[in-house]
């Protein structure tokens, strides 16, 4: 069966503009040249440090960022060639919930209101259905619908979260891209609110790209997972194969799993002490060889294939004899 998102070379550039004319200096490589499916009903997680092009790939999919290249077919039609008119219809199958709730919920507004916005925006019922479906909502993130008539600055972190996720959800759509969903909440709260959505998925049969900064905040709740590394898909696998058995240097170091004497030395020198390079100016052939402790000559010169090197099992690395370009 066809998956029911694929991306496939998807690009952003943004240009950095100089002097009165304002003549293109350079760009951006945000996102340069990612491609990846999932299929319905799963969760594929997103990781990579700030600046990877995580968020920015997760925008463009519901084209709030216009990619300056690549296709996005979703449920059978390419998003990047529809109108704007049509795009919006797709909105409604389409949702996104965001990292940090209280700036994403208009604080003068109830949540009653907030929650029967996108009902009104995509004429979804009659006033008298929009209520009770906001109430009916209410009530499955967890919130009673005694809320209904409360500010956002009245509830928690995780309750404005909940208040979020309803959000998202008010529609019926079929995919749901959560930006960090739980990254600003508190350890506690964020496994309360990871679990509220891993039981939404199984109730309404949702897909959800979950996107974070942490490979341990998408173990449990992914099918499978994709590291992004400076605009690109270092690696990307069945979470299983992903956390058991990295083969892409970065991923091993993320997870501290370096097959090497210390470890923790390597971690320290990897994360810790290397910088991420400037996105405008990107490493040269591989672009995590300036951190990496395997760089050899290739590396710098020739960039890796984004291949499959096991079933499932997709690397851009040359090690890996499949991402070495004939
Ligand atoms: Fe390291 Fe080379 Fe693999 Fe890049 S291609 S991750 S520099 S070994
Ligand atoms: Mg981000």
């Known amino acids: ?29 945000a996102v340069d040249d990612v491609s990846f499916t999932v299929n319905e009903g799963e969760t594929l997680g997103i990781v990579g440090e ?11 999919l519901m084209r709030l960022l216009e990619p300056t290249e690549g296709k996005v077919f979703f449920d059978g039609k390419e998003l990047t060639s529809i109108s704007n008119a049509d795009m919006r219809k797709m909105r409604r199958d389409i949702q996104m919930v965001f990292q940090d709730p209280y700036a994403s919920l208009n604080p003068r507004h109830t949540i009653e209101k907030i929650l029967m916005e996108p009902l009104n925006v995509h004429d979804i019922g009659d006033p008298k259905e929009r209520k ?24 928690s972190g995780g309750q404005r979260q909940r208040i979020g996720i309803a959000r998202a959800l008010m529609t019926n759509p079929k995919l749901i891209i ?27 049969k949702l897909t959800y790209i979950f996107i974070a ?24 696998a069945d979470s299983e194969a992903l956390y058991e058995k990295p083969l892409h240097p970065y991923t091993q170091a993320l997870l501290g799993a370096v097959p090497v004497p210390d470890p923790d030395f390597v971690r320290e020198e990897i994360i810790i002490k290397g ?52």
């Open 50 to 60: 700030s600046g990877c092009g995580k968020s920015t790939t997760g925008r463009m």
């Open 213 to 236: 900064h942490d490979l341990g905040v998408v173990r449990h709740i992914s099918d499978r997972v994709g590291v992004m590394y400076l605009g690109q898909m270092a690696e990307l």
């Open 275 to 326: 910088d991420v390079p400037n996105p405008a100016n990107p490493p040269s052939g591989c672009r995590f060889h300036t951190r990496c402790p395997f760089k050899m000559d290739i590396c710098e010169t020739t960039v890796p294939i984004f291949a499959e090197v096991e079933k499932g099992h997709s690397v851009a690395c040359h090690l890996y004899e499949q991402s070495r370009p004939q």
């Open 132 to 155: 009770r479906k906001v109430h009916e909502f209410l009530e499955i993130v967890g919130l009673s619908s005694y809320h209904a008539k409360r500010y956002p600055h009245q509830f």
């Open 1 to 29: 069966t066809e998956p029911l998102l694929k991306v496939e070379g998807l690009k952003k550039y943004f240009p950095i503009k100089s002097g009165i004319l304002g003549q293109v200096k350079n760009y951006v490589k």
């Open 178 to 204: 959560a930006d960090e969903p739980v990254s600003a909440l508190d350890v506690s709260i964020q496994a309360q609110v990871l679990n509220l959505m891993q039981d939404l998925q199984k109730e309404l």
